[in-house]
């Protein structure tokens, strides 16, 4: 090709010289996705961190179930009340948001941890909700509300497993 | 960077071997009475082993769960329940983490992932409630139905991704119902590999949210991210370009069993020894699966997932059919 000349290229590009321009112009991106993707990634990132704290603790010095009884009762097949029952000592498997009182544990500060990174959605949607607000996406805020709010239900142990 | 088909498939071959000799470690150092190994050998195992499937799944396009799941329950004696929450966890982790790279640049379609988010959403959590009714109500038997379901559910997808479609990576919409039009969830990204921009309208919503109402009950029962179903939703059924259905379903992964993997962590049926080592190493596999994504060909994609499906899959059929 001679240079300094412009051709169209296969894929709907301008070659100029030596140097390839694209035609167009890479497309606007929804606010709405970036903040839900920016919050849910920060927040699950911080309570992996946790996660991984809590963990370093609970081989260090233990915690609220017996780490040592946990990996064979694990590896046995034993179901989460056995587990439970056989480790923590405990007449059944422990309901609700077990590990808010068991934080000076290792075994606790990980799940508060695992605890953050499954609430990460959540408080991204409600940041989704905002960026879909801006973008006045009329049927689109009425949507994310409702997913917001069943999620907020979900996590606040409004809807739980009852035997 | 474009990586060639023979650097992939090494890259596969070298995580199906960490895979395969993390498990296989695992078992001959157990003995009757437990594992055998120490706690913190089996943190490290698990997150080697949980690392290879992280690079697998996103490479499909898919949620971690979705590959955890099925290995974890095929071949290991860890309790399906615990594995089942375990897996949520897994799916939620890595599609938290992979979804701020595909909403940056605008590969998931974020109206497709309101409009699905909330039949999805609602059936996963119906789903964990299901999952918890089993659990405490239809002992060995339930174990069994729910081996089998899954793993015939495994084999029907990796069938419909291999025989379904025709131009799935870029299918033709002639049509768009009124439905879906008056959604207005027809959208644009730019395509790196092309260097242009994609134009692209989809079809079909009230069929793709009775299909996510099916996944969600598949996704929150099973303990699945239902990538696996989500993308033949949005690609098959709705016709979204194929790169943009795998992006969507992995961000609407994240929604979704955010609401189905309470009731389990409710029930007690997560413990941070398991639970923290297969998040990490999923996050740690996805981080390096999202990085490849951009420059692997979607045909190649396709594979990877069929291939780890129909083997998953066939394995939890037997143990199902052995349990009964």
Redesign the interface.
């Known amino acids: 090709m001679e240079k300094g000349k412009a051709s169209e290229v296969p894929g709907g590009g301008i070659v100029y010289g030596e140097t390839a321009y694209s035609k167009e112009k890479a497309p606007e991106v929804p606010i709405a996705g970036v903040i839900y993707g920016e919050i849910a990634y920060w927040i699950a990132l911080l309570g992996i961190l946790i996660s991984i704290v809590g963990i370093a603790i609970y081989m260090k010095s233990g915690g609220y179930a017996d780490k040592t009884c946990l990996l064979n009762q694990l590896w046995g097949g034993a179901s989460v009340d056995a587990i439970w029952k056989g480790c923590a000592g405990v007449s059944k498997a422990p309901e609700g948001h077990w590990y808010l009182s068991k934080l000076s544990y290792g075994d606790g500060i990980a799940m508060l941890g695992i605890a953050v990174t499954c609430s990460a959605a959540v408080f991204g949607m409600w940041g989704g909700l905002f960026g879909v607000l801006r973008s006045k996406w009329g049927m689109y805020i009425v949507l994310a509300l409702i997913v917001a709010i069943i999620l907020t239900m979900s996590v606040a142990g409004l809807i739980v497993i009852k035997e | 960077m474009r990586l060639s088909k023979l650097s992939v498939a090494v890259l596969l071959a070298a995580m199906i071997f960490l895979f395969s000799s993390g498990i296989g470690y ?1 078992a001959e150092t ?1 003995d009757p ?3 055998g ?4 050998a ?2 490290f195992v698990f997150v080697a082993i949980c690392t290879a499937i992280g690079v697998i799944a996103v490479l499909g396009g898919v949620g971690g769960g979705v590959v955890f799941t099925p290995l974890m329950m095929g071949f ?4 399906s ?2 594995i089942r929450a375990t897996g949520l ?1 897994v799916a ?2 890595g599609s ?2 992979a ?2 790279p ?5 590969l ?1 379609n ?2 497709m ?3 699905a ?2 039949p999805y ?2 059936f996963a ?1 119906v789903g ?2 299901l ?3 089993v ?2 109500s239809a002992g060995d038997f339930g174990e069994a139905l729910i081996r089998l379901i899954l793993g015939f559910l495994v084999i029907f997808i990796a069938g419909l991704i291999l025989f379904g479609g025709k131009k799935v990576e870029y299918p033709e919409v002639k049509k768009v119902d009124g439905f879906t039009q008056r ?1 207005g969830l027809a ?4 395509e790196q590999s ?4 994609v134009h692209y309208k989809v079809r079909r919503a009230p069929l793709g949210t009775f299909l996510f109402c099916a996944c969600g009950i598949v996704s929150g029962m099973f303990g699945v991210g239902a990538g696996w179903a989500m993308v033949p939703v949005f690609n098959l059924a709705m016709l979204a370009p194929l790169k943009v259905a795998a992006a969507s379903s992995k ?1 609407l992964i ?2 979704g ?21 297969c ?2 190493g999923v ?1 740690i596999g996805t981080s390096i699966g999202a990085r490849l994504m951009f420059t692997v060909k979607a045909q190649l994609i396709r594979w990877i997932v069929i291939l780890v499906m129909i083997g998953a899959g066939v394995k939890l059929v037997i143990d199902g059919f052995n349990k009964l």
């Open positions: 695992a157990a009475s437990g594992m190994l120490s706690p913190i089996f943190f290991t004696p860890i309790n329940f615990i966890v939620l982790a938290l983490i979804a701020r595909f909403l940056r640049r605008g998931a974020v109206k992932l309101f409009f988010a909330l959403t609602i959590v964990a409630l999952a918890g009714y659990e405490t959604l959208m644009s990204y730019w092309m260097d242009k921009v961000v994240g929604i069993d955010s609401g189905a993997v309470w009731p389990y962590i409710m029930r007690g049926g997560v413990f941070p020894l398991f639970a923290v080592a998040i990490v996050v």
